[in-house]
């Protein structure tokens, strides 16, 4: 290849047309083959799995790229962490590979909003970051100051898994009209769904018909689920 065109991929470093060589592409964690359309959970068939039938989230379904283990996490915290944002759009482009299968296509995208207090921690929003590479590619109109977060919350990452849909309650505030509109909420990690499901909630509320989770990665955790979006 010419030398003008060559990088190295983000893994191994190894020369590379793309973001990846190909053998780190290969061993990108997937998602199981079969697993529910609305939280991911792995499932016989690709069922509805129990625990969606028997307490319906308000989101419709959830689409997501990898699984959220090495290298998957690495990337995210990469970004998340040590804001090197040039892996924004690397991880938007690994997601918009989820899309060919996509029939329906959402008219808005409102990526996962953040704590003013949050955002001026970290200096920008990594969700939006994410959402702004995925709205300009797929030309779907990005409402990025429609909602917002007014409740300052722990982070969920440092709460066992049954507490945070109390720690995310009541969280979020949207003043969007979306009556109609089929919305696609961005966020970078779906682990129990409680954060995903508080601001689906709330989307509803304003009149969304379909709430679709685009998520860069979806945490998994083999162990018995005992309700939904606590535990697996």
């Avoid at 592409?25 to 609305?38: A, E, K, M, S």
Wanted: aromatic content about 6%.
């Amino acid at each position: 290849m010419p030398s003008w065109f060559r990088k190295n991929c983000l893994l191994c470093a190894t020369a590379s047309i793309e973001d990846f060589c190909a053998a780190c592409y290969r061993d990108l964690p997937q998602l199981p083959d079969h697993h529910c359309p609305v939280c991911l959970r792995p499932v016989p068939a690709g069922e509805i799995c129990g625990a969606c039938l028997k307490k319906p989230p308000a989101f419709t379904r959830t689409i997501a790229a990898l699984r959220y283990t090495f290298p998957a996490d690495a990337l995210i915290h990469a970004l998340k962490y040590q804001t090197n944002l040039a892996i924004a759009p690397v991880l938007a482009h690994l997601f918009m590979a989820r899309l060919e299968a996509v029939e329906t296509m959402p008219d808005v995208i409102v990526p996962m909003p953040l704590h003013p207090i949050r955002l001026r921690e970290r200096g920008f929003n990594q969700a939006m970051e994410i959402a702004r590479y995925i709205a300009k590619q797929t030309d779907i109109t990005l409402l990025p100051d429609g909602c917002s977060r007014i409740k300052h919350t722990l982070p969920q990452a440092g709460l066992p898994w049954k507490e945070r849909p109390k720690n995310i309650r009541k969280a979020f505030s949207c003043t969007m009209d979306l009556s109609g509109k089929h919305v696609a909420v961005v966020d970078d990690v779906m682990t129990t769904g409680a954060t995903l499901n508080e601001l689906a909630k709330v989307l509803q509320r304003q009149g969304a018909t379909e709430i679709s989770n685009w998520v860069i990665a979806r945490a998994l955790r083999e162990i018995k689920q005992t309700g939904p979006f606590t535990s697996f």
